[in-house]
DNA sequence: GGCCGACCTGTGAG
DNA sequence: ACTCACAGGTCGG
């Protein structure tokens, strides 16, 4: 059954939340129309002018309420944003092509084997590798051809390195049989749950103890899942922002290293005061090739781009 | 403690 | 056609 919320483009863009990057199991299926897995069931936003409608299979009495938590609908966007356009003049820019970012609340263990994946590696092919880990190993939800993300005890054992070695995880294979066993063994939901209340170093310590975790995807996953929106995630892109735009004595730096990792972290979170991991997520958006020449205003990428797309249809 | 090369795989640029 | 670099990094030496 389609029901429906009212909210505008500006509280939420479904578009650059569901597909830039920070979940690997939404896909646009129209325009404006994405469907997705979380919480064990499959749904189908539609994001309209002034409001969204969702469906949830199966659907239960509390779909409304397990969305607003997903989408975190619960905060106050407009005001983040104005706090932090007004500690900062390249967030101020960026934020006018991004309007309406807000970070999912993730399901930590989904997020975290999802991250495991992301290692040296691009988004195209870690949203197929999740999908076939979710098909190998998740339960079908009855209704539909989809798959909930897999429980961690499904996930132990030999048999799933090699069966992910022979679906293409490469040397992330072992990373996830490892980890999924090391969360076990730590006590498994108890532990995750103690990471929600522990501070934000504490926990990222506790999670770089995970195989294929070091502190980039800690970050990612305190931010995401663990309600520890201070993390703020430093890669690639997120290094030459830095570089560019806030720390140019970085530029001689080749790599990241722990060092310049924790300075780039330092400087975000004095600089937005609260929820950097958060505010770092809409530069990062700017940064993403997926999403150049994008504006949320017009929810239009720019003629180049079209173009190319109309090339390979 | 910090730096460096290796690492699975797929894709786009040259 | 054929390298080659790079993709939301991590690990071991």
């Not at 970050?219 to 430093?234: G, K, Q």
């Not at 970085?250 to 990792?261: G, I």
């Not at 770092?280 to 994008?294: A, E, I, P, Q, R």
Request: hydrophobic share 35%.
């Amino acid at each position: 059954m389609m029901r429906k919320f009212i909210c505008t483009r500006d509280q939420i863009n479904l578009k650059c939340v569901l597909l830039g990057g920070q979940c690997f199991r939404w896909k646009e299926i129209a325009p404006n129309e994405y469907a997705g897995v979380f919480a064990g069931g499959f749904w189908t936003l539609i994001q309209n002018d002034d409001h969204i409608v969702y469906k949830r299979v199966p659907s239960t009495d509390s779909d409304e309420e397990s969305l607003f938590n997903y989408l975190r609908m619960d905060e106050n966007l407009i005001e983040y944003y104005e706090k932090w356009s007004s500690s900062d003049p390249t967030f101020q820019k960026s934020a006018k092509k991004f309007k309406g970012i807000r970070m999912l609340r993730q399901e930590p263990v989904e997020n975290i084997l999802s991250f495991i994946c992301s290692s040296n590696n691009n988004i195209t092919r870690i949203s197929s590798m999740v999908e076939n880990m979710c098909s190998l190993y998740g339960e079908n939800i009855s209704g539909t051809p989809y798959f909930a993300f897999p429980n961690i005890e499904s996930l132990m054992g030999a048999k799933v390195e090699e069966e992910l070695k022979k679906a293409k995880f490469g040397y992330r294979a072992k990373f996830i049989r490892q980890t999924a066993e090391k969360i076990v063994q730590l006590g498994g939901n108890k532990w995750i749950d103690k990471l929600k209340i522990m501070d934000y170093i504490s926990a990222k310590k506790e999670l770089m103890l995970l195989p294929g975790v070091g502190p980039k995807v800690a970050d990612c996953i305190c931010l995401m899942s663990l309600e520890h929106l201070e993390a703020v995630p430093v890669d690639t892109h997120v290094f030459q922002i830095a570089c560019q735009n806030y720390l140019p004595h970085l530029k001689k730096y080749k790599t990241v290293t722990d060092r310049v990792y924790n300075e780039i972290g330092d400087y975000f979170r004095s600089l937005f005061k609260v929820n950097a991991g958060w505010a770092h997520t809409v530069l990062f958006l700017d940064d993403l090739k997926n999403f150049k020449g994008y504006d949320s205003n017009n929810d239009q990428m720019d003629s180049k781009i079209s173009s190319k797309r109309r090339k390979k249809c």
